[in-house]
């Protein structure tokens, strides 16, 4: 892997990729560390100290923000708005007869999505950018517990709606700037833009949250947390790559004078099909509850916040383990059904003369295939809901709440693992262009 590596930087054109990729993503960590207009530094450091990155709904969005959300840098809504808005834009191409159109459309139709989704990503960021300053303004993007140090300090001189204003803006630029980076590596660098920017974000937060583990834990349980992190990535790996291939036969057909067909290929079905986005369903989900307290009073919670407060929002209840558990399930069946049609892949084949062996085109080939892709799906979805419950039991046996962010299972593994992996490949099928050995074997 070692010589394929420096093979890769013998060769002019993808060493000036990957030179350009490192170079963006040094960019990107740049914004991720400078603090917006308006915003005290040295405040918002001292609340992070104080509160230990206990900041409960806000941890997996600061994890994907690598820490930059808390502090309210330029850079501080990170991919997150591009990412909602894609996942909106899939979500409605199955009910809105227009997008599916522009899907089938090919290039030119994708592009028009593309622009769609640039246009609600900054929506996104102006909507999400002016929740997180209100929320710095009136201190719980802390949970009130740093009111003594105050995030947007106030008897500057300058208005309090003009300092607001200009805070919103530079967060939402920084959105777009965000989004024109990731689409500059896609273009000109090496993988999928979006996906290796998610990749540094969560890579930035190791090194800190380990060294937090092996201050408060000692040497043992950390080294034990990072063999342990060494299985779990193996075991993510092996079934990232994991797929059912079935097989596909293309009759023979005379076209003119040439004849085409006669080939052998096959459908790949892959065990995690809807890959990472039903984990941030779930996630998702499981945070309106924990939204919902900040409307009740703090001061005399009744029955009913107390039970939400100890089965729906601490992560270490055994009722929000299975209720994780079971939404995750859920939502990779949704995700699949309304991504993979077995109707429309059986036509396709049926169009072009391709048939399963042993099963008649048509129907038929689309209920066998119906019947695969439930029977992968439920072992997809299990491995999802195993994967992602890891943090929780991790939150169990290291006795700490602080630990809600926690990078080294769940979300965070799937998207390093499958970024990783997919750069890998492209990297590989590069080198093996020119006649190198790549890196897998």
């Known amino acids: 892997m070692l010589s394929a590596f420096l093979s890769a930087f013998r060769t002019p054109d993808l060493r000036k990729k990957l030179l350009f990729t490192i170079g963006i993503i040094a960019i990107y960590r740049l914004g991720a560390a400078l603090p917006s207009p308006g915003v005290s530094y040295t405040n918002v450091q001292k609340c992070i100290d104080a509160t230990q990155g206990s900041t409960g709904v806000l941890n997996l969005l600061n994890l994907f923000s690598g820490g930059a959300l808390l502090q309210l840098s330029v850079f501080a809504l990170g991919i997150m708005p591009y990412i909602t808005a894609s996942i909106i834009l899939q979500l409605l ?123 408060s834990q000692g040497w043992a349980k950390f080294l034990l947390v990072v063999a342990l992190v060494l299985v779990i990535i193996t075991a993510v790996t092996f079934i990232e790559q994991s797929q059912r291939r079935i097989p596909v036969q293309y009759a023979k057909r005379m076209i ?67 209720v994780y558990f079971l939404l995750i399930i859920f939502f990779t069946y949704f995700y699949v059904s309304i991504t993979f049609n077995p109707t429309e892949v059986a036509d396709n084949m049926k169009k072009y003369g391709g048939f399963v062996p042993g099963i008649r085109p048509g129907k038929p080939t689309a209920d066998y295939l119906d019947f695969i892709l439930s029977r992968i799906t439920l072992a997809g979805a299990l491995y999802l809901a195993v994967v992602s419950i890891l943090p929780n039991f991790f939150f169990i046996w290291l006795d700490r709440q602080q630990y809600l962010n926690f990078p080294f299972g769940g979300t965070a593994v799937l998207i390093m693992v499958g970024v990783g992996l997919e750069t890998t490949k492209q990297i590989e099928s590069q080198l093996m262009q020119r006649n190198y050995e790549g890196f897998l074997r």
């Not at 009130?144 to 967060?171: A, H, K, R, Y």
């Not at 003119?256 to 290929?265: F, K, P």
């Not at 096959?266 to 998702?284: D, T």
């Not at 029955?303 to 055994?318: A, E, G, K, R, Y």
């Open 93 to 215: 191409t199955v009910v809105i007869p227009r997008l599916e159109q522009l899907r089938k459309e090919g290039q030119a139709g994708q592009a028009k999505i593309t622009q769609y989704t640039r246009y609600l990503t900054l929506g996104l960021g102006v909507l999400q950018a002016s929740a997180f300053v209100a929320l710095a303004r009136s201190g719980q993007l802390f949970n009130n517990q740093c009111d003594q140090f105050p995030i947007i300090p106030e008897g500057t001189g300058i208005p309090d709606w003009l300092t607001l204003s200009i805070l919103v803006m530079t967060m939402t630029a920084g959105t777009g700037v965000v989004m024109w980076l990731g689409e500059l590596i896609t273009d000109r660098g090496v993988g999928n833009g979006m996906s290796v920017l998610i990749f540094t974000s969560i890579a930035a937060r190791l090194p800190a949250e380990g060294w937090t583990i092996k201050e």
């Open 256 to 322: 003119g004078r040439r004849m085409y067909g006669g080939t052998s290929t096959y459908i790949p079905l892959k065990v995690n099909q809807a890959g990472v986005i039903p984990v941030i369903f779930g996630s998702s989900l499981l945070y309106l509850p924990q939204l919902a307290l900040q409307f009740f009073d703090q001061t005399d919670p009744g029955q009913t916040q107390v039970w939400i407060q100890n089965n729906l929002v601490d992560p270490t209840s055994p009722i929000y383990i299975v």
